[in-house]
């Protein structure tokens, strides 16, 4: 199975062969963005007895050889030509992992990368800035076997550490008491040196971690379950630690259905991540959907897909393909930019700016829908979307940005709006719907003819120009527009031609 470079506009194929589970995610490139489109995983459990025969369990290499030739049909029907295969610590360390790669190449046609413990942190860490760009502090990826921890910064990625402290390397067979697992663990992450108390965030990967994460959204009542960029604080994580730990495995699996699938292996992951935070004197835990196999993907970019801005990437990716509702997202941007000289910032001067280009790419997504469920759909919608480099705060704001794109009313019912948003980031939410509704409705969503316009906020005014030749098009609508604007704004609304 031969694999070809990433270009723009192709489905690309990733499988991931770890100790617990042999998945494939095929994704939609755009740029810089991965969407996954498709995901299916099989539990083959290959790493279930290598701490005690330091080989691969015999059935569970059956279950993922079988697992894999199907992965490979479906690549192929799907005609896909970039493949990516990895394999992480079980085939890495059981004495006949070579052996399975081989058999694997032979049955299915996949030729499996069979990565170390410093490339496994490099990817993982690789992926990690995927979807959070300014990432600085600890990476931890935990797996089936093992933990991989990986500095990360503005200057890139830094030293990488690997120790066998996933579940199934700690279970070895015995049942689970929190003294032994507490302190084998300890005496692990003891010799990191890049923890040693420095503070900061820990960037948790890894599914044990994303179901403890679903388990505090869960006790905590959170209005969003969105688990990237879910965030805890370390005495939020200590206490989380202190349930699972005391909890059996029939009380686990009554949790939610993510802890069930992992009840066995949570109390493990739960310690580990304790003894992370406590090493480390981490101030908080932010959880990433992007990892490993995100980050095989970026190592595979260009250095033009990957100057792009990830959010304004991934916006564009979910409101599709078009070249046309692309260059008039871009144009809508840059038309409306003015409109906010002046103004306090929502989240920061830069930040506003990324989340004004995210609204404009998706200022007519909701086109096609009708018009009286369309709002309250599109909010749903970008409060859970695929996108990266957002926070759960700018995810509520841009949602409703989207959501005042189409109507003057603020969402109805919805909790995440209200707990995640402050009075004033709630009207300057607004003020963006209005702004990418005053242009859109203006154009036609016609990038020329949204250059007929021009718009600028000066001297308390908002003040909307029109060429000569368009002055027709300033309807009665179009001025009521402007005036909504202008009053969330607090600017003076007119209009001019010439």
Known sequence: ??????????????????????????????????????????????????????????????????????????????RIESVFAVATAAVREAKDGRAFAERIQRESGI???????????????????????????????????????????????????????????????DAFTYERVSDDAAAAIGSAQMLAGRGGDFYAVGGAWRALGRIDIGQRRYPLGVLHQYEMSRADVLRLVDVVRKLSKKSLEKLEDAAAKRAESLPYAAVVL???????????????????????LVEQMSEAALAADPLIASAEA?????????????????????????????????????????????????????PDQRAEIMFDLILRAPLAAISHNERAFLAAAIHHRYTKAAPRHVEAYQRLLSEEQQVAAAALGAALRLGA?????SESLLGAFTVSAMDGALTLKVDKKFEHMLTEVAHRRLDYAASLLRLKPQAKSG
């Open 318 to 370: 979910l409101a599709g393909r078009s070249s046309g509702a692309r260059a008039f997202g871009a144009a809508l941007e840059r038309w409306i930019a003015p409109m906010f000289a002046g103004q306090a910032a929502a989240f920061s001067p830069k930040r506003d700016a990324a989340l004004r280009g995210a609204g404009a790419r998706l200022a007519d997504v909701g086109g096609p829908l009708h």
């Open 1 to 78: 199975m031969k694999t070809l470079p990433l270009r723009d506009s192709q489905d690309a194929a990733v499988i991931d062969i770890g100790s617990n589970s042999v998945r494939l995610v095929i994704y939609r490139i755009d740029g810089r963005a991965m969407t996954p489109i498709l995901n299916e995983k099989v539990m083959a459990g290959l790493g279930r007895d290598l701490a005690r025969t330091d080989a691969l369990s015999k059935e569970g290499a059956d279950v993922a050889a079988r697992a894999l030739r199907r992965f490979a049909t479906i690549i192929e029907k799907r």
């Open 111 to 173: 030729v499996l990368r069979i990565l170390s413990g410093a490339e496994e942190a490099r990817l993982s860490a690789l992926g990690v800035r995927a979807g959070v760009p300014d990432a600085e502090g600890v990476v931890g990826d935990l797996g089936g076997a093992s933990l991989e921890l990986v500095e990360i910064g503005a200057s890139g990625l830094g030293r990488g550490e690997t120790f066998a402290l996933g579940p199934l390397s700690l279970a070895s067979g």
């Open 441 to 445: 409705d203006l154009s036609g969503r």
């Open 274 to 296: 304790e003894q992370v935070m406590l090493a480390g004197k981490f101030d908080r835990m932010v959880l990433s959907a992007f990892g490993l196999r995100e980050g095989v």
